[in-house]
């Protein structure tokens, strides 16, 4: 048994949970942190920010493309503050994350101590749990129950709480014992299963419906159930719409893929409105997904498999509802269909209707896709981006309009999480720093972020940190010099009347070679592709700056019944 401080401790807990990054921002309280990192001789990597907030991000963007617990970090008071954007979205998009902030001294507790702040009550509505150490001798312990909270049922973030007097103090107990209970944690860590008789009823309403559609959501992803619910969807010829968040369930190129349904759809609505059941897959059927609660049939039949109760008959009753992992209720499911014979896709005229939906979509907006003009649109810029991108390629989106004209216009062509929106809380300056811990979760993949000149400003600083840790994202920015969602929704909305929606414009490729990026403007849109692959070639992070028109008009490619009151 030896003695060890405890932020010591700390790292040795974190070690051999399979940490591999930490970010943040260190503090004078998590010190001993820092130097514990600074001795495990690079078995834990900290990756210095130069905002709070864009660590969570990046630790945030780390989970989702490996499945581990994403680790962020923070001083006492401001510096914890700064993370509660970032936390917040990773709480609402169920994605797993641990963030651990200094304390004051427990005895300077109410004594008006410098940056003392109630950062507890703070984190509280925006995670599953929230530890504060009291005594050295638990710091494992909260860390164990920290790490396996936020991988547990539905995933999410959790507050690791550490006294000054914490992380300072010696620790003689045998702690090496008990660390040797601690072993690599990811999500999902556990997969309840289905109850065999609501998957036997849902099994006999599929068979008996005449139109089925199914809806997955990014519990799907979270889930890995991509294998299954192909499975499943082929045998019944089910046709496939998602929320944002679940785009890639199934390639969108399948034949029964209808892509996004609700308010950013292409013509998975209408196939919605015309069914006679639905099978909700991993989704929270919330405002977007459903349009606003106004898409889904009255009446119709609904089977919802959530790995969280809560969800179950939240927004629509549903007719089954299964609270079990999904991809473990879709391999029941198929269990239970048995291996009867299956008709070819190609026979079922449900299959011929999504091809002719398909065909007639991509020609209705052939205006946006093949506009050769600049400055161009984001649809023109996107057509670009998926030419160029491998199948297994990451498109990691900022808030506002990033993610719309994505969702629209860049097709996922393998199943998994190839497109990474940030639809737990839709802020903007998410985009930039996520592909930069999605990259260091997967470097072997093309990381390409597409953001919106507002969303990126807002983490330039960031950009030394990509040169500083050698992380080749590509950034592209759709440069229309403002806040193009608030823009689009005052020109639709409040009669082209337009307050705090425009910037002075800035030449983001100038601004990249200052940080050591490579930094390219873009003139005209036959530049874009081969830009990109140089970018890929190169092994350097790069600013692809295209400029994209001001002019609102049209800019907003949606249903949303706020923007069709001109």
Known sequence: MSEVVGGSLLIEGLKRLGVQYVFGMP?????????????????????LVHDEKSGAFMADGYARISGKPGVCDATVGPGATNLVSGVAESFYASTPLVAITSDVRMEFVGKSPNQECDQVSIFRPIVKGSYTVLLPELILDATHRAFHCAVSGRPGPVHLNLPENITYSKISHDWEKEIRAFHPVTCPWTRPQPDAALADKAISLLRS????VCIAGGGALISQASEYLLQLV??????????L??????PENHPLSISLCGRFDRYANRFIAESDLILVVGCKLGELVTSRWSMIPEGVD???????????????????GIVADARSTLAALLETMGHGKQAELSENPR???????????KQSVRNLTDDDTMPTNPARILKEIRSFMPDDGLLVL???????????FFDVRMAGRGFMPNRGQAAIGYGFPASLGAKLAAPHRTVVAFVGDGGFSMGLSEMET?????IPVIVVVNNNSGLGYVKALQHSVFHKRYQSADFLPLRFDRLAQEFGWKGIKIEQVQQIVPELKKAMDSGQPTVLDVPTKKDPGGMLPSRDPRAQRE
Request: no cysteine; aromatic share 8%.
């Open 351 to 361: 299959v011929r209707e999504i091809a002719l939906a398909r065909q007639s979509w």
């Open 466 to 470: 990509a040169v500083r840790e050698n």
């Open 245 to 250: 968040t679940g785009k890639g369930a199934i």
């Open 234 to 243: 082929e045998k019944m010829h089910i046709p496939v719409a998602t929320s």
């Open 398 to 408: 900022d808030g506002g309009l990033s993610t719309h004209w994505a969702g629209l």
């Open 27 to 47: 503090g004078f309280q998590l010190m001993s942190v820092y130097d514990a990192i600074y001795l495990s001789s690079g078995e834990i990597k900290h990756v």
């Open 302 to 320: 609904i089977i919802h498999i959530d790995i969280d109760a809560f969800e179950i008959h939240r927004n629509y009753r549903a007719t089954i």
């Open 209 to 212: 419906a005449q139109r089925p």
